[in-house]
Structure formats: structure tokens, C-alpha cells
């Protein structure tokens, strides 16, 4: 059973041009959901974390939001060096550590 | 501030042969540890985690194990690498089990032929 979809698998941005990933996810009781961006052969670096429905994180260009069944990552006039993999990752209330992670969203911003 | 080093960064290891890749922490004392492995268009899949020296949970059981020496130090190893093994190994740490992000180390990049 997945527990963290994120859609689209990738995404093709022209500089400027604003759009949203999304991540939904199945786990009951959730204790967090985490944004991280990855950029290729390197470990991911973590953005934002959101604990609560309504919640929202803002980091430059970046703003994460958080609803019961989902969250956004919404860019704002993106550049090409926000070109990188987001990964989407929650914890639940009944898995202690467990982390699960999504596979992803890759971006990229043309210039 | 709080670092964490994983080497060796690549590795290309015949099958049959032992593994050891290591991951320390500097910064901070009594981290949570774990040891994910990532393989292409899958997410990252958690292995093994630590909370203390000595005290290592599996989560997936596989041909790997891990062992915690010393505080800041977590060890991944294998006795006889499978073909299956193959992948990029990400270590992290978090200050707290529940409601704490966890940061990754750069990984490393294990191919076995």
C-alpha cells in the first residue's frame, strides 16, 4: 500500500513560470510531513516541515502548504537553479521513526 | 553547527565481497541514525535506525546489517554482497524520534558487478 504519492513525476518549467507539486498521502494520524530537494548524486536537503492542517512554510521561492489529504509546494517564479528533485516524506502517529517517503517530483526550470 | 560524512562516496564491489560504509556526526551528541537506501524511481527506503550505541532496529530484513560503535558513529556492512544491493546508501540523523526532520549525509554510491 503506498503511503506518499507525488505527482507529477516530472516537471518541465520555463523561467518565471509558477506551478505546484503535490504530495497525498494514506497515513492515519499524522505526526509530520516533510519537504526535501535532492539534486542529483547527492543526499536530499530538508526545506520545510508542516505538523498540522492550515500550516504554512515559505522559504524564497518555495511556500508549502498542508491540507488533510495532501500537501503543496508551490514555486513562485522559479529559476534554473531550482532545478532539483522534491521529495515528499511523512511520519504517522503509529510508526514511531518511520519515515515514508515519496518518489519524487523531478524539476526542471528552463532559462 | 551539526555535520554528517559518509565515505567512501562511490564504491564498485564484485559480488560475494564484504561491504563497510560509514557514517559519522559531528555537532551534536546522542543523534538518532539511520541508514536508507535509495534505488532509481523508487523512494527512499529505510534500513536500519539507531537511538543510542549498541541499539540498532531493522527495518527490512535483507543481507545487510548495521552496528553503532560509538555515539556518532553508525557502520553499514555486508558479508557477501548481492547483485540486489546495489544502490545509493544515505545516512541521516534527527535530534528526537517523533516531530524532528531528519538530514542527510551526501551518500554513497554502491554498484555491484
Known amino acids: 500500500e503506498d503511503q506518499v504519492t507525488q505527482s507529477p513525476e516530472a516537471l518541465r518549467l520555463q523561467e518565471g513560470e509558477s506551478s505546484s507539486l503535490n504530495c497525498s498521502y494514506t497515513v492515519s494520524g499524522l505526526r509530520g510531513l516533510f519537504w526535501y530537494r535532492q539534486d542529483p548524486g547527492k543526499g536530499p536537503e530538508f526545506l520545510f516541515t508542516l505538523y498540522s492542517a492550515g500550516e504554512e512554510k515559505e522559504k524564497e521561492r518555495l511556500k508549502a502548504t498542508l491540507t488533510k489529504k495532501e500537501s503543496f509546494l508551490h514555486i513562485t517564479a522559479p529559476k534554473p537553479e531550482d532545478s532539483a528533485t522534491y521529495l515528499c516524506a511523512v511520519q504517522a502517529r503509529d510508526t514511531g521513526n518511520q519515515f515514508y517517503f515519496g518518489t519524487g517530483t523531478s524539476l526542471t526550470v528552463i532559462p | 553547527s551539526q555535520t554528517i560524512h559518509q565515505w567512501p562516496a562511490t564504491l564498485v564491489q564484485p559480488v560475494g565481497s564484504p561491504l563497510s560504509l560509514e557514517c559519522t556526526v559531528e555537532?551534536?551528541?546522542?543523534?538518532?541514525l539511520y541508514w536508507y537506501r535509495q534505488a532509481a524511481g523508487r523512494g527512499l527506503q529505510l534500513l536500519f535506525y539507531?537511538?543510542?550505541?549498541?541499539?540498532i532496529s531493522s527495518e527490512v530484513p535483507q543481507n545487510l546489517s548495521a552496528s553503532r560503535p560509538q555515539d556518532r558513529q553508525f557502520i553499514l556492512s555486508s558479508k557477501k554482497l548481492l547483485l540486489s544491493d546495489s544502490g545509493f546508501y544515505l545516512c541521516?540523523?534527527?535530534?528526537?524520534?517523533?516531530?524532528?526532520?531528519?538530514?542527510f549525509g551526501p551518500g554513497t554510491r554502491l554498484t555491484v558487478t
Open positions: 539507531s537511538v543510542g550505541i549498541g541499539q
Open positions: 541521516a540523523w534527527s535530534w528526537g524520534i517523533t516531530f524532528y526532520e531528519q538530514y
Open positions: 555537532g551534536t551528541s546522542n543523534p538518532n
